[in-house]
């Protein structure tokens, strides 16, 4: 379970201006719930799985994964709990290693890392039927460098490597915005998969209408850092891309009207 | 306002005293000047205060100690050393000025004859007899025609005693060959340079920073069969050597201070110069040598040392050395055998400098310190008994702490890695001279790793030093590039690289990377100290300043390494070639001396390889993108 309480960031430009980018996010998340979150540009998406994932401290509010208290701490020491997809196939792996050694790596998340040879016989034998899992052939390239890889194929291995120690949540941040759409429709397949069969409890944003609705269980819509709207159940089933549009556009306009209508402070 | 005491009884005296830096010849001319005192009554802390500064070979730092003596209401400066002389000429105006150990007062605008010369200062001048040490070379050795020298162009005596050299060379009928040298890094170097040029041996000219490092020069020239003749008695390690005495030039300076403690005006008292000569020499050395010296020559001799019972008893020269020849081959390879052991000492320089700038993507710049840190802290313990074993595993620990400590300042105070690197590398210039004692320590005839590659070894009794240890930096090179290769392979190694690679994957697997820069960098600076340790074992000595230019040493070998990789990939072959690359730099060095290149366009030839590494691959792949546009 992910409990997210009054949560609050603000960012201060170079330039001096402050950006509120969430403005009191409360959120919780049963175990094993799939949530996509759908907003507009700078809704402040991308700053709400950053503040879990805990690259930077909130200014306000709690962060509890799987009932431990996050709030405070650095990221490495939450990366156990965490596995996460960005939206740059180049920042979740390491380029100049072997996808082996992405995978090793990965696999020791959250875990201490001795003075020992991990990436044995064993280990590639155990990563090559993994990979071959994904069905985009890339067993065969376990010892080549990620760098090498294309950005379809990176993704894919992040994805593998997100969840190969199964984490207490997956944070997917537009993880197929850069992938044309053969390789995104096989990224998404692929992300289907491996939440089904772990039951990860996963919170992915899309720019996609149809992928929010399409996957997982409730969608979130996210609007000046705050939730505009939470779907689940009959209320999103019913729902279609256009319906989904319509509704975040007329929740918008009325936001917006509140704001531009609000007295002068 | 009235002082409650009344007045003062006698004008108190404080006396400034300054030096340079610690070599032999000015500390012997310092106990002379106490002793004269001592000998008169004035004690320092009882009857007089000295305020003592030494600028350890920072000469900006003498202008410093000047104005501080003025603050602190110094009576009277002493100086001993020339720039300490200059530095002294130049703020004191009002007080007096004695000098000693100046070779020549006049060329640093003292005066202008013994009795004309600025009325605040006077002093004792030792003009060491340079042309009569040319002369006694000749004599000593006949078959020799041709000698050289080294000299420091910043030393501001070089130019009058290289003319004193060449006068000298003129009477005897001899050719002399000079060679600059401007560090002691470089004396190994310019030693090569003057065989290369045709001298057969070498009469070395007096010169603060080359006297420092006088174990560098026996070393050299014991290694390029060039007989050694030394123009100060105070080093030891020369065969025979023509001086004059800086302890009773020291003396001299005293009695004249005492002169002006008791009231005496200085611009009335003449620049007093040291006359006595005194001849020594050192069967000992000889014998190392492998020369001998003619029945003439040693009933001319004031003292004879190195434990020859029929030879003249020696008197009050340094304590007679018990001296083990060191051995030398003499075959053709020899020079070449030199170069690539020190290219595999450097090795360990050159993977610390890939772990840093490759591995960890640091800036860092701490090398240049710990590189010397390594040195000192294994030359320190060795000439103290320690195990040459024992004191390299220290020396590694040591510069593992250094390396640290510019990790902390970057993790954890946020400073850049630059910054953080140049603080440390300052901060080791004080730490290595306290670990020294002193500018510069020799290592010639101490136990170093050589004893224990015979203890292991006892075939290896008949090779020369350099085979013993060329033969020892293999394997030491060979195990620790297999460590080097499995450590980073391990989980831990990985998540290191990972840091260079990519932070913010590596943070979200978990590891901190704070952590892992900073023990990164105790790694890399662990081995960079290795380096250091057994450089100074190699070339007979630490000096404070060796360890300028480590970095672009390292550099250098790194880019090398990743030309001669060919574009193949793979940690292990990368490894390998780094440490190739750090035998073909040294190698590429000697290769220049061989040719005869002078030591001053040594860092320009360094520059021009690495450039030439850095523009191969381009080069290439401009040739092969051309072929295939064709
Ligand atoms: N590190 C940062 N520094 C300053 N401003 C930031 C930073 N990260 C995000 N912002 C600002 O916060 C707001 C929300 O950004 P973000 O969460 O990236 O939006 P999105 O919903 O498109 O992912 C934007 O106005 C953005 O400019
Ligand atoms: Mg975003």
Same mark, same amino acid.
């Given at each position: 379970?992910?409990?997210?309480?009054?949560?609050?960031?603000?960012?201060?430009?170079?330039?001096?201006?402050?950006?509120?980018?969430?403005?009191?996010?409360?959120?919780?998340?049963?175990?094993?719930?799939?949530?996509?979150?759908?907003?507009?540009?700078?809704?402040?998406?991308?700053?709400?799985?950053?503040?879990?994932?805990?690259?930077?401290?909130?200014?306000?509010?709690?962060?509890?994964? &799987?009932?431990?208290?996050?709030?405070?701490?650095?990221?490495?020491?939450?990366?156990?709990?965490?596995?996460?997809?960005?939206?740059?196939?180049?920042?979740?792996?390491?380029?100049?290693?072997?996808?082996?050694?992405?995978?090793?790596? &990965?696999?020791?998340?959250?875990?201490?890392?001795?003075?020992?040879?991990?990436?044995?016989?064993?280990?590639?034998?155990?990563?090559?039927?993994?990979?071959?899992?994904?069905?985009?052939?890339?067993?065969?390239?376990?010892?080549?460098?990620?760098?090498?890889?294309?950005?379809?194929?990176?993704?894919?291995?992040?994805?593998?490597?997100?969840?190969?120690?199964?984490?207490?949540?997956?944070?997917?941040?537009?993880?197929?915005?850069?992938?044309?759409?053969?390789?995104?429709?096989?990224?998404?397949?692929?992300?289907?998969?491996?939440?089904?069969?772990?039951?990860?409890?996963?919170?992915?944003?899309?720019?996609?209408?149809?992928?929010?609705?399409?996957?997982?269980?409730?969608?979130?819509?996210?609007?000046?850092?705050?939730?505009?709207?939470?779907?689940?159940?009959?209320?999103?089933?019913?729902?279609?891309?256009?319906?989904?549009?319509?509704?975040?556009?007329?929740?918008?306009?009325?936001?917006?009207?509140?704001?531009?209508?609000?007295?002068?402070? | 306002?009235?002082?409650?005491?009344?007045?003062?009884?006698?004008?108190?005296?404080?006396?400034?005293?300054?030096?340079?830096?610690?070599?032999?010849?000015?500390?012997?001319? %310092?106990?002379?000047?106490?002793?004269?005192?001592?000998?008169?009554?004035?004690?320092?802390?009882?009857?007089?205060?000295?305020?003592?500064?030494?600028?350890?070979?920072?000469?900006?730092?003498?202008?410093?100690?000047?104005?501080?003596?003025?603050?602190?209401?110094?009576?009277?400066?002493?100086?001993?050393?020339?720039?300490?002389?200059?530095?002294?000429?130049?703020?004191?105006?009002?007080?007096?000025?004695?000098?000693?150990?100046?070779?020549?007062?006049?060329?640093?605008?003292?005066?202008?004859?013994?009795?004309?010369?600025?009325?605040?200062?006077?002093?004792?001048?030792?003009?060491?007899?340079?042309?009569?040490?040319?002369?006694?070379?000749?004599?000593?050795?006949?078959?020799?025609?041709?000698?050289?020298?080294?000299?420091?162009?910043?030393?501001?005596?070089?130019?009058?005693?290289?003319?004193?050299?060449?006068?000298?060379?003129?009477?005897?009928?001899?050719?002399?060959?000079?060679?600059?040298?401007?560090?002691?890094?470089?004396?190994?170097?310019?030693?090569?340079?003057?065989?290369?040029?045709?001298?057969?041996?070498?009469?070395?000219?007096?010169?603060?920073?080359?006297?420092?490092?006088?174990?560098?020069?026996?070393?050299?020239?014991?290694?390029?069969?060039?007989?050694?003749?030394?123009?100060?008695?105070?080093?030891?390690?020369?065969?025979?050597?023509?001086?004059?005495?800086?302890?009773?030039?020291?003396?001299?300076?005293?009695?004249?201070?005492? %002169?002006?403690?008791?009231?005496?005006?200085?611009?009335?008292?003449?620049?007093?110069?040291?006359?006595?000569?005194?001849?020594?020499?050192?069967?000992?050395?000889?014998?190392?040598?492998?020369?001998?010296?003619?029945?003439?020559?040693?009933?001319?001799?004031?003292?004879?040392?190195?434990?020859?019972?029929?030879?003249?008893?020696?008197?009050?020269?340094?304590?007679?050395?018990?001296?083990?020849?060191?051995?030398?081959?003499?075959?053709?390879?020899?020079?070449?055998?030199?170069?690539?052991?020190?290219?595999?000492?450097?090795?360990?320089?050159?993977?610390?400098?890939?772990?840093?700038?490759?591995?960890?993507?640091?800036?860092?710049?701490?090398?240049?310190?710990?590189?010397?840190?390594?040195?000192?802290?294994?030359?320190?313990?060795?000439?103290?008994?320690?195990?040459?074993?024992?004191?390299?595993?220290?020396?590694?620990?040591?510069?593992?702490?250094?390396?640290?400590?510019?990790?902390?300042?970057?993790?954890?105070?946020?400073?850049?890695?630059?910054?953080?690197?140049?603080?440390?590398?300052?901060?080791?210039?004080?730490?290595?001279?306290?670990?020294?004692?002193?500018?510069?320590?020799?290592?010639?005839?101490?136990?170093?790793?050589?004893?224990?590659?015979?203890?292991?070894?006892?075939?290896?009794?008949?090779?020369?030093?350099?085979?013993?240890?060329?033969?020892?930096?293999?394997?030491?090179?060979?195990?620790?590039?297999?460590?080097?290769?499995?450590?980073?392979?391990?989980?831990?190694?990985?998540?290191?690289?990972?840091?260079?690679?990519?932070?913010?994957?590596?943070?979200?697997?978990?590891?901190?990377?704070?952590?892992?820069?900073?023990?990164?960098?105790?790694?890399?600076?662990?081995?960079?100290?290795?380096?250091?340790?057994?450089?100074?074992?190699?070339?007979?000595?630490?000096?404070?300043?060796?360890?300028?230019?480590?970095?672009?040493?390292?550099?250098?070998?790194?880019?090398?390494?990743?030309?001669?990789?060919?574009?193949?990939?793979?940690?292990?072959?990368?490894?390998?070639?780094?440490?190739?690359?750090?035998?073909?730099?040294?190698?590429?060095?000697?290769?220049?001396?061989?040719?005869?290149?002078?030591?001053?366009?040594?860092?320009?030839?360094?520059?021009?390889?690495?450039?030439?590494?850095?523009?191969?691959?381009?080069? %290439?792949?401009?040739?092969?993108?051309?072929?295939?546009?064709?």
């Amino acid at each position: 379970m992910i409990e997210i309480e009054r949560l609050e960031k603000t960012f201060t430009q170079p330039g001096g201006e402050r950006v509120p980018a969430l403005r009191g996010i409360d959120l919780v998340i049963p175990t094993g719930q799939f949530v996509t979150v759908i907003g507009t540009n700078g809704s402040g998406k991308s700053t709400l799985l950053n503040a879990v994932a805990g690259t930077f401290l909130p200014d306000g509010g709690t962060i509890r994964i &799987a009932g431990i208290d996050v709030t405070r701490q650095p990221e490495f020491r939450r990366a156990s709990l965490i596995g996460r997809v960005f939206q740059d196939p180049f920042k979740g792996t390491c380029p100049s290693m072997s996808v082996g050694e992405n995978l090793r790596m &990965a696999e020791l998340r959250g875990e201490r890392r001795g003075l020992r040879v991990g990436l044995s016989r064993s280990a590639l034998d155990r990563y090559h039927e993994l990979v071959k899992g994904l069905g985009m052939r890339l067993e065969g390239r376990l010892r080549a460098t990620m760098g090498t890889l294309s950005g379809g194929q990176r993704q894919a291995i992040t994805l593998l490597m997100a969840t190969l120690k199964r984490p207490q949540l997956l944070l997917l941040d537009e993880h197929t915005a850069a992938l044309d759409p053969r390789a995104a429709d096989q990224i998404i397949k692929i992300t289907d998969d491996v939440v089904r069969e772990n039951k990860l409890t996963t919170l992915m944003v899309t720019h996609s209408m149809e992928q929010a609705l399409e996957q997982g269980d409730r969608t979130i819509m996210v609007h000046r850092g705050e939730i505009l709207a939470d779907l689940s159940g009959d209320e999103r089933a019913g729902l279609d891309a256009n319906d989904l549009l319509r509704r975040f556009t007329e929740l918008r306009y009325t936001v917006e009207f509140a704001v531009a209508n609000r007295p002068p402070a | 306002m009235t002082l409650a005491c009344g007045k003062s009884d006698a004008r108190k005296i404080v006396i400034g005293y300054a030096q340079v830096s610690s070599v032999a010849t000015l500390d012997e001319a %310092r106990a002379g000047f106490f002793k004269a005192l001592a000998d008169s009554g004035f004690v320092p802390d009882k009857t007089i205060t000295v305020i003592e500064r030494n600028a350890q070979g920072d000469i900006p730092a003498l202008g410093l100690i000047m104005s501080d003596f003025q603050q602190q209401g110094v009576t009277h400066v002493a100086t001993v050393s020339s720039v300490a002389t200059q530095a002294a000429l130049k703020s004191i105006t009002d007080r007096p000025i004695i000098f000693g150990a100046v070779a020549n007062p006049y060329v640093i605008g003292a005066g202008t004859s013994p009795a004309n010369h600025r009325p605040n200062i006077t002093g004792a001048e030792i003009p060491l007899p340079v042309d009569s040490a040319v002369v006694l070379a000749h004599e000593t050795f006949p078959d020799v025609k041709e000698w050289g020298t080294l000299f420091d162009p910043a030393d501001p005596f070089a130019e009058f005693y290289l003319e004193k050299a060449k006068a000298g060379a003129a009477a005897a009928g001899v050719r002399l060959i000079t060679v600059a040298c401007t560090g002691p890094g470089d004396i190994a170097a310019g030693i090569q340079a003057l065989k290369a040029q045709g001298a057969r041996g070498v009469v070395q000219i007096p010169s603060v920073m080359i006297g420092g490092a006088f174990s560098a020069v026996v070393k050299s020239t014991r290694q390029a069969n060039m007989p050694l003749v030394g123009t100060t008695t105070s080093f030891q390690g020369a065969p025979i050597a023509l001086g004059l005495s800086f302890y009773a030039n020291g003396y001299d300076m005293g009695l004249i201070m005492i %002169r002006v403690l008791r009231g005496a005006d200085p611009a009335t008292i003449p620049f007093q110069s040291e006359k006595k000569r005194s001849l020594v020499v050192d069967l000992a050395s000889a014998r190392a040598y492998g020369v001998t010296i003619p029945p003439a020559i040693l009933a001319r001799a004031d003292s004879v040392i190195g434990g020859n019972p029929e030879a003249k008893t020696s008197t009050a020269g340094p304590q007679a050395i018990t001296q083990q020849p060191a051995r030398r081959g003499n075959n053709p390879f020899e020079f070449w055998l030199v170069a690539i052991t020190q290219g595999l000492a450097f090795a360990a320089l050159a993977w610390g400098v890939y772990l840093s700038s490759r591995v960890l993507r640091f800036a860092d710049i701490t090398p240049d310190g710990s590189f010397t840190l390594g040195a000192a802290v294994a030359a320190a313990m060795i000439v103290s008994g320690k195990d040459p074993l024992l004191a390299t595993g220290v020396a590694v620990l040591a510069g593992m702490v250094a390396g640290y400590v510019t990790g902390l300042l970057h993790t954890r105070l946020g400073v850049k890695d630059l910054l953080a690197g140049i603080l440390v590398m300052t901060a080791l210039y004080s730490v290595n001279l306290h670990v020294m004692g002193k500018s510069n320590i020799s290592l010639l005839d101490v136990r170093t790793l050589v004893a224990d590659v015979h203890a292991i070894i006892p075939a290896s009794q008949g090779w020369s030093d350099d085979l013993s240890l060329g033969v020892l930096f293999f394997f030491i090179t060979v195990v620790l590039g297999l460590i080097l290769a499995w450590f980073l392979r391990t989980d831990f190694g990985m998540a290191m690289r990972a840091v260079g690679d990519n932070p913010a994957m590596i943070t979200a697997q978990g590891v901190d990377q704070r952590r892992m820069i900073e023990l990164g960098l105790a790694i890399a600076n662990g081995l960079v100290a290795f380096s250091g340790a057994l450089m100074a074992q190699q070339q007979g000595f630490a000096d404070v300043a060796m360890g300028v230019g480590t970095l672009v040493a390292g550099m250098a070998a790194v880019i090398m390494g990743e030309t001669l990789l060919f574009n193949k990939r793979g940690l292990g072959y990368t490894i390998i070639m780094v440490a190739a690359g750090a035998i073909l730099f040294r190698g590429m060095v000697a290769l220049a001396l061989r040719m005869g290149l002078n030591p001053i366009d040594l860092k320009l030839a360094t520059a021009a390889f690495v450039l030439a590494a850095l523009a191969l691959p381009k080069l %290439r792949v401009t040739r092969s993108a051309f072929r295939t546009a064709k």
